[in-house]
């Protein structure tokens, strides 16, 4: 997305706060990924071994997993 001069300044308004509006959403929407990615890895540690199989996984991709930030 990109902003113009005019909206930098404020001679824009609307303008602006769509911008604004924009990246609260886009801000919000990457921290519900990041707190799933987060509970989804913690769901997945605490999963027995022998479930890894059902779940299409094996051990080594479930360290690897578990091994990511949350933010990837």
Known sequence: ?????????GEDTNGYVGFLVAMVKKTTMMALLWLRNYQTRRQLAALPEYLYEDIGLNKEQVKEEL?????Q
Not at 1 to 9: G, L, P
Not at 67 to 71: A, E, L, M, S, V
């Open 67 to 71: 091994n990511r930030h949350f933010w």
């Open 1 to 9: 997305m990109s902003v113009s001069a005019q909206q930098w300044k």
